[in-house]
């Protein structure tokens, strides 16, 4: 599966966004997605994910409450929306898949900049 993120930009603190990640493939329904992000000088850092069916989510505690992960396997898209941004968010995120069978994520998208500013 190939995956493209878009939806990232430059936002006051406070504030929110909604990242997208389209995915190519017939079988979008068969992965668990996920969201990671890397701050510089920092290493990347799982942000949430979700599974095949929508059933089960998870988070970092750093965001746990602000940002809320879902998907459409329709248009087979997965979302992550942001609020009550913080500079400590600031970071290039990344989508990122795995056959829901598979141990480890292994399909990544190119990243999209997000900028908080204070």
């Known amino acids: 599966v190939q995956l493209q993120a878009s939806g990232g930009g430059l936002v006051q603190a406070g504030g929110s966004l909604r990242l997208s990640c389209a995915a190519s493939?017939?079988?979008?329904?068969?992965?668990?997605m996920g969201w990671f992000r890397q701050a510089p000088g920092k290493e990347r850092e799982f942000v949430a994910g979700?599974?095949?069916?929508?059933?089960?989510?998870n988070y970092a505690d750093s965001v746990k409450g602000r940002f809320t992960i879902s998907r459409d396997n329709a248009k087979n898209t997965v979302y992550l929306q942001m609020n009550s941004l913080k500079p400590e968010d600031t970071a290039v995120y990344y989508c990122?898949?795995?056959?829901?069978?598979?141990?480890?994520?292994?399909?990544w998208g190119q990243g999209t900049q997000v900028t908080v500013s204070s």
């Open positions: 493939g017939r079988t979008f329904s068969m992965y668990v």
């Open positions: 990122a898949a795995k056959f829901w069978t598979a141990v480890s994520y292994n399909n």
């Open positions: 979700i599974s095949k069916s929508s059933s089960s989510t």
